[in-house]
């Protein structure tokens, strides 16, 4: 059962238009929410995160919004830039047992275009 | 420079044979981890640390071996008891007990042949 879910497998958008990433959680238990991107054969590099006593965080181009009643997390880009492209994972963790372990979802890879 | 190295990049094993992958880091962290990629998959955990002399199994821990003799260093020994070893090996750290981001390695290709 998975417990992060972003269903979009792939996005494409215009450079220099809004890309926006969704995700889906189901356990009320995650306090903190997190997005990642990856590029082929490298490690994911953080990008924003959230925790649950927000709606909304902002760092530059890129802001999270969170809705805990939907259960509902997205990530919105703006301007979007050919730079952009890669695979984006949002991720979920909770605070139990001391250790903030992450679930990912299945990833969402976004292209684009110039 | 701190960071988390994983080593080597890519790695070719015979079928049936165990093979170890190396994770180094010098970020202080407390807690360790190990994440298994597979294509249209997300990451999936494997194994977690979260202080030395002790580990916990993930989601996917079957066929996998881990050990954390060192604050700095997790080993992930994948045995010929898993089915499907050939993925791509993610190892990551975090600071323990505190909600932030965990910082990944470079990651491993592993072919088994």
């Known amino acids: 059962d998975q417990q992060v879910k972003q269903n979009s497998p792939s996005l494409s958008v215009q450079e220099g238009r809004i890309s926006i990433l969704n995700c889906d959680y189901t356990?009320?238990?995650?306090?903190?929410f997190l997005w990642y991107k990856k590029y082929p054969a490298e490690g994911p590099t953080f990008l924003i995160s959230?925790?649950?006593?927000?709606d909304k965080n902002e760092d530059g181009r890129f802001t999270v919004f969170l809705n805990k009643s939907a259960k509902h997390l997205s990530l919105h880009i703006v301007p979007s830039q050919p730079g952009d492209s890669a695979v984006y994972f949002c991720?979920?963790?909770?605070?139990?047992?001391?250790?903030?372990?992450?679930?990912f979802g299945k990833g969402t890879k976004l292209s684009v275009i110039p | 420079d701190g960071g988390i190295t994983q080593s080597p990049k890519y790695l070719f094993r015979k079928e049936g044979q165990n093979v170890t992958l190396s994770c180094e880091q010098n970020?202080?962290?407390?807690?360790m981890y190990w994440y298994r990629q597979d294509p249209g998959q997300g990451l999936r955990l494997i194994y977690y640390?979260?202080?030395?002399?002790?580990?916990q199994k993930g989601d996917i821990a079957e066929g996998y071996s881990v050990s954390r003799e060192k604050k700095e260093s997790f080993p992930l020994t994948v045995t010929s008891a898993q089915k499907n070893p050939t993925a791509f090996y993610l190892c990551?750290?975090?600071?323990?007990?505190?909600?932030?981001?965990?910082?990944f390695g470079q990651g491993t290709r592993l072919t088994v042949v």
């Open positions: 990551a750290s975090s600071l323990q007990g505190v909600a932030t981001e965990a910082f």
């Open positions: 356990n009320s238990m995650f306090d903190y």
């Open positions: 959230i925790s649950s006593i927000k």
């Open positions: 991720a979920a963790a909770y605070s139990g047992a001391g250790s903030y372990q992450l679930t």
């Open positions: 970020l202080n962290h407390d807690a």
């Open positions: 640390s979260q202080i030395v002399n002790d580990f």
